[in-house]
C-alpha cells in the first residue's frame, strides 16, 4: 500500500488565498521530503472552508518546490470549463511536471457552483462523459476534425503555420493518468472510471458506502470488458499520528480537523441527511454523530502503533486498495504536530504494516 495525499484544500475561512496557498505549499514539500508517492488538490468556486477556484496553479507552483512526487487536481471540474482549454491547460502543466503530473477529474456537486456558473446539475455527469471525450479526442488528434456535442462544439484545426491551429500534446503518452473521484454510495463518477480504465478515488466516507464504490468501479470496469485491479484504488481517510492515543485524539479534536468537522461537515451531513455517511454502524443515533464520535470510530487516530492496528483492520474490511490518501486539512495552528503526524505515519507506521497481498 502507497502512502498519498489529498485535500479539498480546506482552511478555515478567515484565510486568506494567499496564506492558504502557502500552507498547502508547505504541506506539498514535507509530503515530498517523506516519500509519499501522490497528491490530489481539489476545485471550489464557492465554498469559504474550500476555497480554491484554480488547483492547476497550487500544481504548478509545487513542481517547482517538490522532487519526487507525483501531483495533480483531483479533480478539476470538468462541467465547469470549456473542455478543449482544459485540453490544452492540463498538456500545458504535464510538460511542466516532466512525467509527475496526474489529471484527477470531477463532475462537481456543489449545488452553488453550479448556481455561480449557470449550470444545471442534473446534466453535470452528461457534461463529464462529452468534455473528457473531446479532451482524448484532441490529445488523440492526427488529423483535424469536428465535434457538435450537446454542451460543446469544437473544430479542430491544424492551421498554416504560423497562424497553427491546435498543436498541443500531453508530455506523458498517450496522456497522464486519469483519476475521478467518488462521494456518494454506487457513485455513478466511479462507474465512469471503471469503464474507462482510469484511477478510481474514494472520498471519506464510512466502511458501508465504501463498498458501494469499489462495486460501482468492478460494474463499470465489467461493462466495458476490462479487469479491475484493486492496487488502483485510491482511498482517502482522515488520519492523525501522535505519541499516544491521548495526544492523537486531542490533536484530532480540538485541531481544524475537529473545527472542519464541527463547523462544516457535520452541519452540511445534518441539514442534507447525510449523517449516515459518516456512521461505523447504521444503527447509530444522528445525535450521536459528534466530533468526539467520529475520532473514534471514523477516523484513524492514536499511537503509531494504534495507527497501525486501525488500518490493518481497515484494510482488511476494504478488501484491500493501493493506495491511502491521507486527508489534509490546514493545520497551521498546530503545524509541527501535523508534520510530526506525517512524519510517524511514514516512517514508523507504513513500514510495520502487516497486509495481504492484492491480486494481480
Known amino acids: 500500500m502507497n502512502l498519498g495525499f489529498f485535500a479539498q484544500p480546506a482552511h478555515p475561512p478567515e484565510r486568506t488565498p494567499f496564506q492558504c496557498q502557502e500552507w498547502d505549499l508547505q504541506v506539498l514539500r514535507w509530503l515530498d521530503e517523506l516519500g509519499y508517492t501522490e497528491a490530489w488538490l481539489g476545485e471550489h468556486h464557492t465554498l469559504p472552508w474550500e ?24 479533480g478539476i471540474c470538468l462541467p465547469y470549463h470549456n473542455p478543449a482549454v482544459v485540453a490544452n491547460r492540463i498538456a500545458w502543466l504535464d510538460h511542466i511536471a516532466q512525467g509527475r503530473f496526474n489529471f484527477g477529474i470531477a463532475a462537481g456537486s456543489v449545488v452553488s457552483d453550479w448556481q455561480l456558473l449557470g ?65 456518494t454510495a454506487n457513485s455513478a463518477t ?70 472542519f468537522a464541527r463547523e462544516y461537515i457535520l452541519r452540511v451531513a445534518k441539514d442534507y ?7 461505523h454502524d447504521p ?8 466530533v468526539d464520535y467520529m475520532a473514534k470510530h471514523t477516523w484513524i487516530v492514536g499511537s503509531p502503533a494504534t495507527v497501525r492496528e486501525k488500518l490493518e483492520r481497515y484494510y482488511d ?14 493545520h497551521v495552528e498546530h503545524a509541527s504536530a ?14 510495520k504494516l502487516r497486509l495481504h497481498e492484492l491480486p494481480a
Open 51 to 74: 476555497p480554491n477556484p484554480a488547483p492547476d496553479i497550487l500544481v504548478a507552483q509545487a513542481l517547482r518546490e517538490t522532487k519526487r512526487i507525483r501531483l495533480g487536481p483531483g
Open 119 to 183: 449550470i444545471d446539475g442534473a446534466a453535470t455527469r452528461d457534461m463529464t462523459r462529452e468534455s473528457l471525450e473531446i479532451i482524448l479526442k484532441i490529445w488523440a488528434a492526427e488529423e483535424p476534425f469536428d465535434f457538435i456535442g450537446k454542451y460543446w462544439k469544437v473544430s479542430y484545426s491544424k492551421g498554416t503555420f504560423p497562424l497553427s491551429g491546435a498543436h498541443l500534446k500531453p508530455f506523458q503518452k498517450p496522456h497522464p493518468p486519469i483519476g475521478i473521484s467518488g462521494l
Open 190 to 259: 466511479l462507474k465512469i472510471a471503471g469503464q474507462a480504465g482510469f484511477i478510481p478515488m474514494s472520498l471519506s466516507i464510512s466502511l458501508p458506502f465504501l463498498a458501494t464504490h469499489w462495486q460501482a468501479y468492478v460494474e463499470g470496469a465489467e461493462k466495458a470488458g476490462r479487469i479491475p485491479r484493486r492496487a488502483d484504488w485510491r482511498v482517502c481517510r482522515e488520519v492523525i499520528v501522535a505519541e499516544t492515543d491521548a495526544a492523537a485524539h486531542k490533536l484530532a479534536t480540538e485541531g481544524n480537523l475537529g473545527r
Open 273 to 279: 441527511g447525510l449523517l449516515r455517511w459518516y456512521k
Open 283 to 290: 444503527s447509530v443515533p444522528d445525535s450521536d454523530v459528534t
Open 317 to 330: 474490511q476494504t478488501g484491500g486498495f493501493g493506495t491511502l490518501l491521507v486527508f489534509g486539512v490546514d
Open 338 to 351: 501535523w508534520h510530526e503526524s506525517l512524519q510517524a505515519l511514514s516512517t514508523e507506521v507504513h513500514p
